[in-house]
Every structure is written in C-alpha cells, then in structure tokens.
C-alpha cells in the first residue's frame, strides 16, 4: 500500500503538479495534492506527511485549509522547533481565515503547551465571540479559573504583623468556573471533562448535594468511568454507602481488566517491607491477601457496603482528577500528593505560601518556591512547586530543613495508611462483656453471652429501634457466623444513661475475630467493637470454671437477665464499675466436679480481692507513696474469704455477694479458685473489676 501511494504521488508530480504556471491551475494542483495527502495519511511517515504538505502551501500561499493542518503536522514532531514552525502556520491559517474557529482552537491549545497562557485565553475568548454556542472555549476558560481557584485557596502570605488571606480571590474564581463550567454542559450535554472538573470543584467547596445531582444527570448522557466514580465519592460524603457502592461498581465494569485490577491493588496502601513480599507473591494469592486487608478494614459489617473500599476507590478518583499531570501522561495516583492522599486521605487543613526572592548565606538572590503544607494533627507533608508550573512534589530538605520524602517515607513504615470512619457523625459507644459457659444442649459447642450497652445521651432518650449485629470471622477475615436484626434496647439499673442487650450465641471453639455493632438508621450513627476472642472447650472430662460474670440484683429486666432464684434476680454490669456502696455480685458455674462414694460433691472456694498494678509515671508513684505516709490516701487492702460447699451434682451454678464495702476508688482483681476435695482438681479465673466514688465524673 505504501508503495502504491508513494508511486501516486510520484506520479501526480510528473503529471505537472510541481510546476503549474497559471493561477487557477496552481490552486487546482494545490487541492487535488491536498486531497491526495490527505488520504495517504496513514501510510506516510510523520516527515513524509509534512513534506506534502509543505509543497501543498507552495502551490498555493492561500489554502488556509492546508495550512491548517500542516501547522498540526509540525504539533505531532513534538519539539520546540515544531511548535515553533507550527505557529507560522497557523497563524497564516488564521489570516486567511480569520472567522474560522477551528483554525484558532488548534492555536489556542498549541499556546497552552508553550505556556503562552495569556495569548490561549485570548484566542478562546475569539472563539467565544464567532461562535457563542461551541463549548469549548467556555471549558477551557473554566480550567483557567478552576486551577486559579485552587492555588489561591489555601493560600497565606504571612508578614510581620499580619497573614495575608486569599479567600476572596478564590470564592471570584469558583464562582466563574461553576459559571462557564455549566455553560459548556449546557451547550455540550455530552461534554464529560466538563462534568468531571465542576464535580471536583463541588467536592473541593464541599457542596456534596450539588455534585451528585451533577453526576446523576451526567450519568443519563455519557457511560464513563470518571463521572460514575464521582458520582459514587458524592454520595459516599452524603452518607449513601449502598448507592456510592453501586456507583463505583458501574465504573469498574467499565473499566479495562488492568484498571479495575489496580483499584483493589494494595501496592498504594502498605508499607514498603509488605509491599516487597505482595510483589513477589503470586497473582492468586494477592487476590486473597487483597480480600483479607480490605474485609479488616471494612469499619461496619452491618452495612452492604465496604466504607474502607469505598474510601480508596474515592481517594484514587481524586488523585487522578486533581494530582494527575497530562501533559506528561501522569496519573494522580503516581504523583507525591496522590500517593500521599491515597494513604491518608484528605488533611485537616491545608496551607499555601507564595513563592518569593531571597538571600542565601554568601548573598545571593535564590527563589524560594511556593510550599504546600498538609496538616493530619500528629504529622504534617511538604510540598513545594520548585518547578513554578504548579505540580507540587515532595519539598527537598536543604541545610537544616525537613524533606518531605523523608517525611513520607519515614511515615508510611511506622503507618501504611489511615482511616477514620465517621460513623454517622458520632460514634457510639458499646461498653460490652463476653462470657463463656457450657452448652448443655450440645457439647460440641460454647454458650457465648455477650451483655452490652450504648452509651449515648440521645440514643437514651429516644430510645429508638437500633440495627445490631454479631459477627464472628477466622483469622483470615472469612466469615464464619453473623447475625443481624432490630430491636429496641432496654434500660438497665447496672449502668446509668445506657441502654442494654444480652446476645446468645452457640459457637465451636477455637479463636475469631469478632465485630459487635450498633447502627441507629434515623441519625446514620453507628458503633463498632472488634475483639479476638478465643471461645473455650468445655467438653473435657476434666474441673472447669466458666466466665465469672460480675452483677447486680435486679428485677426489672428478664430480657437481661442473667441468673434468677427465689432470692435473688441477677443482671450483668458490662461497665465492670461499681460504686463503693454498691452491692457487688459475682455469678459462675462449675463444671464436672467428682462425686464422693456418697454421690456427693465436696468443694473449697477462695475468693480475693485485691488492688490491681497501678500504671503510673514515676512522679505519680512517687507521691502516691508520699501521700500514704502522710496519711493523705487510703490504702487499697487485699480482701479474702474462703468457703466449704457441698452438693449432689457434678456441675453447680453459683452466685456470691462480695462484701467491699469502705474499699478507696481504684482498679482491682477478684480471683476465684475452685478446689475439689473429691478429684484434688482445681480451677480458677480473675476478673477485674473498678470502684468509684460517687463524685467521679462516670464517662
């Protein structure tokens, strides 16, 4: 094919195009050549291309056409040279015709290249002014205010009695950005980079409800996997975890397989020693290892969706948008600041400096280059624009300053990368105690109590009908057992401004992690506890104890309650607080105790009571001991009783009133020891538990 172009071009200069004499047949030569080149495009070499075209313009020094594309020819050499030879052409295009607005859309981005900024806007306001209704120059007059919107943001000019603020300058600059931003949707409805960079500029203003409206009408025109990742990061910020999931789950299976791979990847989120053994792992095993990190990391099970996936998915999206570098094709992701965002997500505050001159120390003038500071409250990131082009990177550390890549690197060891789930606005709290005992019905299994509260004012006086849930997973985050429901929780005497639960629960024994979890669905708040736990065995034919469970007498509760008699209701305290006049219960069960030739059993019980470790600074030791000589502190005692029992079972359940009346506030650990006379077996367990005075703040 190459050859016959080549030999039809060949030819048509031997049919006289090379030398046409009159006028007319110059500028006929010139068109059918143009035409000829034109088509032989894609089999011409990028110098062949523009050697034809060269001598298309010498048949004919007015074909503004050809002109035209022979100054986007040079465009494609990609150097200074071309780009300088590209602008004579097009500006003879221009001349000859000065009403067309491609011609001066080709020089106007040709301009924004060479960094000629200003002579670009002049030539999109041309543009504007031939022809209101083509979008383009409006979108490409938005980015000029959005990029100045966002360097004047957060930026401070600090002076020796005042800081300089530039708020002002970027509220003018978001507001004709939205402004041309809309114009160029309203006259290209399918204009998706137009839809891209206003969503950003709403999530920037923190304007979430406009943004998703935005994107939601986005989505209606253009299938893309831009819109429908901001599509899900707006509705992530507006609480609708389901609905960003879903929006993000559209842009993945728009996405080619190696994009869609990179969003779950974990090479932008550990830490660079796990990162060497993830690279060297095999690509099915990275999928699990990818699984296992994000299920961890999933803050609320009780919801459909991941909020730490989604967060990352969210991350990335504003990296590339905002942090990505075009011109040089690279991704926000790569850049300092996106690495930096991925891993520890927007900063609390976010700082500017103008750049400006200084002295060195031998008197020299130097540039001291903008710097961008990122404030996370226990660390902070620098960046510097050192290049005066506006892609902040990590600042370099001279002589007695911090570099910010040793910042970072020196951060992303100690920690990878951080999430802080909002919870609704609100975390709730869920002060909980887990008890084990044996499951009488099936001896394969434990009986798990888990008595719990949510401490909260306002969950209190309302008392609405909450979501809870129970979730036990292995080591490797695969889930094992889960329960979900609602229910209105109830109060309880064992704890002031709480409500309470009691969850049942049967499970095998061997070790989980387990997730316990509120969510009130009218506020969004919500709550979350994760433990391991190690479920105990209780089927050897062996002395055993099971959980020791510290209580009070109660009767208005059977939803909580723990352990009733004749004498006594007993209700768990989840809070392990007691007041020093409070009557203490302790309530527990024995199992396979020996039997005497009697068919009796015969037991010894020890209880102590005693001050748990104080953990506290070496001043604070230090006068703790001044203040007991002195008298200034009462001394927390040992306490200790002992018992002899008898019964006619091989298992007894049993509950004690613990007498520690007069006992000074302090930490402290009761210990129970079971010894059988029978077997010479024994058995024991500890609980801690606090007593307060009634003065203590109880928070």
């Known amino acids: 094919m190459l050859i016959l172009l080549t030999i039809a071009l060949v030819a048509a200069t031997a ?21 000829q080149t034109l088509s032989a495009r894609a089999a011409l070499s990028l110098e062949e291309y523009i050697r034809q075209l060269e001598r298309v313009t010498a048949f004919d020094g007015k074909f503004a ?13 990609e150097t200074i040279a071309g780009r300088d030879r590209a602008i004579v052409a097009l500006e003879r295009a221009i001349q000859l015709a000065p009403q067309n607005t491609e011609y001066r859309y080709t020089m106007a981005k040709l301009q924004l290249r060479r960094g000629a900024y200003a002579t670009a806007k002049s030539e999109f306001r041309k543009i504007m002014k031939l022809d209101p209704m083509d979008a383009r120059p409006y979108y490409q007059l938005a980015l000029f205010r959005e990029e100045d919107m966002l360097h004047y943001r957060d930026m401070v000019s600090p002076h020796e009695n005042a800081t300089i603020y530039f708020y002002e300058f970027a509220n003018k600059d978001f507001a004709e950005a939205e402004r041309l931003f809309r114009s160029a949707i309203g006259l290209d409805p399918k204009m998706a980079d137009a839809y891209h960079h206003l969503a950003g500029l709403y999530f920037d203003a923190q304007l979430y409800e406009k943004m998703a409206t935005l994107m939601e009408k986005a989505v209606t025109h253009l299938s893309s996997v831009d819109l429908f990742l901001f599509l899900g990061l707006a509705r992530q910020q507006l609480g609708k975890a389901d609905a960003a999931m879903q929006a993000y789950q559209q842009a993945l299976e728009l996405m080619p397989p190696a994009d869609r791979a990179f969003f779950y990847s974990l090479q932008t989120v550990l830490s660079p020693d796990s990162l060497k053994i993830y690279e060297r792992t095999p690509d099915s095993l990275q999928t699990q290892r990818q699984q296992l990190f994000w299920t961890a990391r999933d803050p609320l099970f009780l919801t459909e969706a991941n909020e730490r996936l989604l967060e990352h998915f969210g991350r990335i999206a504003y990296a590339n948008l905002r942090y990505g570098i075009p011109e040089k094709n690279i991704a926000g992701w790569k850049t300092d600041r996106g690495q930096t965002l991925i891993r520890f997500g927007q900063p609390r505050w976010r700082t500017r400096t103008r750049a400006d001159l200084g002295t060195s120390a031998t008197g020299r003038v130097t540039l001291n280059a903008s710097k961008e500071f990122w404030d996370y409250g226990d660390f902070q990131m620098i960046f510097e624009d ?27 060891r100690e920690l990878p990368e951080r999430y802080v789930f909002p919870h609704g606005g609100g975390r709730l709290k869920l002060p909980h105690v887990i008890a084990q005992f044996r499951d009488r019905q099936n001896p394969d299994s434990t009986k798990v109590e888990i008595y719990f509260g949510v401490a909260d004012s306002v969950v209190y006086s309302t008392k609405p009908a909450l979501h809870r849930g129970l979730f036990f997973f292995d080591e490797n985050w695969s889930v094992i057992r889960q329960w979900r429901e609602k229910r209105r929780l109830v109060n309880s005497t064992a704890a002031a401004d709480h409500l309470a639960d009691r969850w049942p629960v049967r499970m095998r024994p061997g070790t989980y992690q387990i997730s316990l979890e509120v969510l009130d669905p009218k506020s969004s708040r919500s709550g979350a506890e994760r433990e391991t736990v190690v479920i ?11 959980s020791v469970v510290l209580a009070v007498a109660d009767s ?3 939803v909580l309650e723990l352990y009733r008699d004749h004498n006594v209701h007993l209700v768990p305290v989840f809070l392990q607080e007691f007041f020093g006049e409070t009557p203490i219960y302790v309530y527990y069960e024995i199992y396979n105790l020996a039997l005497d030739a009697a068919g009796r059993s015969r037991y010894h019980l020890d209880y102590v009571v005693e001050p748990a470790p104080e953990n506290k600074g070496l001043i604070s030791r230090a006068a703790i001991r001044l203040g007991k000589l002195l008298g200034w502190r009462r001394q927390r005692m040992t306490i200790g009783s002992t018992f002899e029992a008898a019964g006619g079972s091989h298992d007894e359940k049993l509950y004690q009133r613990l007498e520690i009346l007069g006992q000074p506030a302090g930490q402290y650990h009761l210990t129970i020891r079971v010894t059988d006379r029978v077997s010479g077996q024994s058995a024991s367990r500890r609980v801690t538990l606090a007593i307060k005075q009634k003065n203590e703040n109880n928070d």
């Open 15 to 35: 049919l006289g195009f090379t030398q046409p004499h009159a006028g007319s047949e110059k500028k006929l030569a010139a068109q059918q050549l143009f035409r």
């Open 65 to 77: 056409e050809a002109f035209h594309e022979l100054g986007r020819a040079y465009i494609e050499q």
């Open 386 to 412: 050192r290049f005066l082009n506006r892609n902040y990177a990590f600042a370099w550390g001279g002589v007695g300053e911090i570099d910010g890549k040793v910042i970072f690197d020196e951060k992303i």
């Open 536 to 546: 105990e065995d209780f089927s050897a034919e062996r002395l055993h104890m099971s």
């Open 556 to 558: 208005s509760s059977s």
